[in-house]
């Protein structure tokens, strides 16, 4: 049986990075044409591992070794690279929930490559609730990262990487509303008892969706971003203030959460939602 994405990708970490360094030239770089893979990857001495990968043409962000999540679908995480402002930010569980994968894996990495001082604080994470800190030295990438970026053509340089960040948790500008969610089917045939995707999107006045891309899916190979790029196509946004007003230009960005055992997905908040899955999800038998 195959072994699941996230365990690939803690083995390719464990198996072939270097021991920590005070200031190593550049991230380590894997390249694996027969598996289609790119990734950048360093370790730190608190456990502490960053990656970003482009695979088969998908792109992905995780740090791993943070201390396992308690929801299984997402997790908080505070991040600040420099003197910037924390930033408070959503990510996704893997399916080893010690895993976190960036809902915007691209902007997250454009962001690594500078290098410089990198604070991750996992709120109520450490011992009775206490908020965990951890404050990284990163050293800076001048060729690894770009390289993945490059292989699953994405820019080094984006100019969306504000507009997504300024859509906060909600992935909608001020002032719209979903007047029709999109609601992709769980692939078929189900590979994986759960994943998920991130979509981001253009509107149209009528509030149709157009330009759409996936920004990320996890597990890559369980067919999420294709349905829900598919869901897209009957999903309607309005203007929340004048409903049937056409919509201006905007950008927007929605994450779908897949469970096979409601064989359908909705847009609900995540502590809303009830599954029952065990702490590492295996593919399904």
């Avoid at 699953?152 to 969306?160: A, E, F, W």
């Avoid at 009528?206 to 369980?222: F, I, M, N, S």
């Avoid at 971003?225 to 009957?234: P, S």
């Amino acid at each position: 049986m195959r072994l699941p994405v996230s365990m690939i990708l803690v083995g390719l970490l464990v198996s072939t990075a270097a021991s920590a360094q005070e200031a190593p030239a550049d991230w380590d770089l894997l390249v694996d044409p027969a598996k289609k893979l790119t990734m950048a990857y360093t370790d730190f001495n608190n456990g502490l591992s960053l990656a970003v990968r482009c695979v088969d043409g998908g792109y992905e962000a995780i740090i791993a070794g943070l201390p396992p999540a308690a929801d299984l679908d997402r997790r908080p995480l505070t991040i600040q690279f420099g003197d910037d402002q924390p930033a408070p930010t959503q990510w996704n569980v893997a399916m080893d929930p010690a895993i976190a994968v960036s809902e915007r894996p691209a902007p997250f990495a454009r962001d690594l490559r500078e290098g410089g001082r990198l604070q991750i604080v996992a709120p109520g994470a450490a011992e009775g609730g206490r908020n965990l800190r951890y404050v990284l030295d990163l050293p800076v990438s001048g060729a690894s990262i770009d390289r993945t970026l490059e292989a699953c053509d994405k820019p080094l340089v984006d100019p969306r990487d504000a507009e997504l960040a300024a859509l906060g948790d909600t992935g909608l500008p001020g002032g719209v509303n979903w007047a029709s969610l999109p609601r992709p089917s769980f692939p078929s045939p189900a590979v994986y008892q759960a994943g998920f995707a991130v979509i981001s999107c253009l509107t149209e006045p009528d509030g149709r969706l157009r330009a759409c891309e996936v920004e990320t899916e996890h597990p890559r190979d369980g067919g999420f971003g294709a349905a829900a790029l598919r869901a897209t196509r009957r999903a309607r946004l309005e203007d929340s203030n004048a409903p049937g007003a056409a919509l201006p230009l905007r950008r927007i960005l929605y994450r779908t959460q897949f469970r096979l055992e409601t064989e359908s997905e909705s847009l609900v908040p995540p502590s809303r939602l009830r599954r029952n899955l065990p702490p590492s999800l295996s593919r399904r038998e």
